[in-house]
């Protein structure tokens, strides 16, 4: 059986005493193993990116910048087969796959344009005949910690850019779906990046833990769930490292009265239940504003749900495919029953599918709860599944509280035709990506991705311009060159051209 090992100075390792079986979700199939690196393995790979950076940070930019063109290119070549990794481990429909893919070479292509990213700032004559300016320097060994949900995408927000700065990298892919992300990587060494500049080490706690606590490791990226995010963000930080973690959400959706409702509803389907509502950006709450409002939304969505077809990632007609894992479906399947008991209505009830030919596959279909309030613990928690709560509210302040008073401030959005509405929502609420009838405001690869709240520990948000700043730290440096040679005296007072 395919045992998934690890990518470590330019060769594929593996021989941990620990593995764990890969699962076809839609199957149940036990596909593969992967290895789980022990503290040595992940200390080789430290070792290796530690002895690649050199040279690689004394690479020019533009020779940097030029892998990455061949690395899109290898990419394009490759889509096919890396969807299918995709699916076969995480389950999602392949179109889906294609989606998150090309999300992912944006990422690349940014990092193409990396020479003008790191030109810095200059001044002239910041005194007389003193310049000054401020250098963008690589920091050294940088790590990922990435998620099941997006295996392909969330890996290419970081190790991209975080070496065309001119760091070294190690990425840590999630356990239940790693094979994209390492074939990936293959594909960056194949572009031309020298053995070490970047590493794979698959793995679970002690891998991470061993990348949070060395010290050579100068900065760490995570992306996950948000207990988890805050540990990453504490251990690393303790540790002195630079940190950006990532974590859950619970994205609402405003309805206002005056949305054009076909297009609202047809935003939600994608948003709640494209790829099992596994993603980070899912919405995973509607907020009408009126009962009329509500009322209408709950009976398109209805019928738009007996639509939905459900079944093999395979298989691009269908909308939907299963969820991750049989333990994820159970604990869905649990919170919709703790939903019933905490007095919501179900209006459509996704437990229970059987898709003929894969009856033994994590299958769920789409749920709908009415009346859904705060403290109902379908509210207040991200479940990660096909499930759409509704709220009612009578105005739009009200709804925009039980957003701000959330945990999480991933992304939201509103429907309106209102555009002074829209804009006093956006300009207000606490949320860090917000979408105006947008329904998954994802930023595009040139700006920067980060919710609010404990949807991120840290300060700079993932990819684009933000990303610059995370993988690399400011060097600024005044300069002056005495004409002829003369030294003044010693100046005590302090420098200015006051
Ligand atoms: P997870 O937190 O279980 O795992 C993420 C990573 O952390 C994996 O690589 C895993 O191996 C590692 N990990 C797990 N437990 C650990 C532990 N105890 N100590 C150290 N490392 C550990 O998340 P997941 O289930 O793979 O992904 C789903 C979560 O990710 C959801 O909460 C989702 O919202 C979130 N997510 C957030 C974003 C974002 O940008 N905010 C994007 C995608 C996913």
């Not at 094979?179 to 960056?188: C, H, P, W």
């Not at 504490?234 to 054009?260: E, L, W, Y």
Request: overall charge negative.
């Amino acid at each position: 059986m395919n045992t998934i090992g690890h990518l470590i100075n330019g060769e594929m390792v593996s021989g941990d005493p620990r593995q764990q079986d890969l699962v076809n979700p839609s199957t149940n199939e036990v596909t593969g193993k992967v290895s789980l690196a022990e503290k040595a393995t992940v200390e080789e790979a430290i070792a290796a990116a530690d002895a690649a950076y050199k040279n690689w940070r004394d690479t020019p930019p533009i020779k940097r910048a030029r892998i990455m063109f061949r690395l899109k290119d290898l990419l394009e070549q490759n889509a096919d087969k890396i969807c299918e990794l995709i699916t076969r481990e995480h389950g999602k429909v392949l179109n889906d796959a294609m989606g998150e893919l090309q999300r992912g070479i944006e990422n690349v292509e940014y990092a193409c344009g990396v020479p003008e990213l790191l030109k810095g700032e200059h001044s002239k004559n910041v005194g007389p005949a003193i310049d000054s300016w401020s250098e963008f320097q690589p920091l050294g060994v940088c790590a990922g910690i990435t998620p099941f949900n997006f295996p392909a995408m969330v890996p290419l927000w970081m190790w991209p850019m975080a070496v065309a700065c001119g760091n070294t990298f190690i990425l840590k892919p999630s356990e239940r779906d790693p094979s994209s992300a390492l074939f990936i990587a293959e594909l960056g060494l194949q572009a031309g990046l020298p053995a070490g500049v970047l590493n794979v080490v698959n793995g679970d706690k002690e891998a991470v833990d061993t990348l949070l606590s060395d010290k050579r490791i100068q900065a760490v990226s995570f992306v996950g769930s948000t207990p988890i995010a805050e540990y990453v963000y504490s251990t690393g930080t303790a540790n002195g490292k630079r940190v950006q973690a990532f974590g859950g959400a619970k994205n609402h959706a405003i309805v206002m009265p005056d949305a054009d409702l076909d297009n609202a509803v047809n935003a939600l389907m994608g948003a709640a239940y494209g790829s099992c509502g596994e993603r980070c950006m899912a919405i995973s709450v509607a907020v009408a504003v009126g009962d009329a409002t509500a009322d209408a939304l709950v009976e398109k969505l209805k019928a738009r749900i007996v639509e939905l077809k459900i079944g093999d990632g395979r298989d691009n007609n269908n909308d939907m495919g299963p969820v991750v894992t049989r333990a994820q479906l159970e604990k869905i399947e649990g919170y919709i029953a703790r939903g019933i008991e905490e007095g919501a209505e179900l209006a459509v009830d996704g437990r229970g599918l059987t898709v003929p030919g894969f009856e033994n596959g994590n299958y769920l279909g789409a749920s709908l709860f009415d009346n859904v309030r705060e403290g109902m613990s379908i509210h207040t928690d991200e479940i990660f599944g096909p499930v759409l709560c509704v709220m009612r509210v009578d105005t739009m302040q009200e709804g925009m509280d039980i957003i701000d008073a959330h945990e999480y401030g991933n992304g939201t959005c509103i429907f309106t035709r209102d555009g002074e509405a829209a804009r006093y929502f956006s300009d207000n609420i606490q949320v860090g990506m917000v979408g105006i009838n947008v329904p998954l405001p994802v930023p595009v690869a040139y700006h920067s991705f980060g919710g609010w709240k404990r949807s991120l520990f840290g300060d700079l948000h993932a990819y684009g311009p933000d990303s610059v700043r995370f993988y690399s730290k400011r060097k600024t440096v005044t300069q002056r060159w005495p004409a002829g040679g003369v030294r003044e005296g010693a100046q005590f007072n302090f420098p200015s051209n006051g």
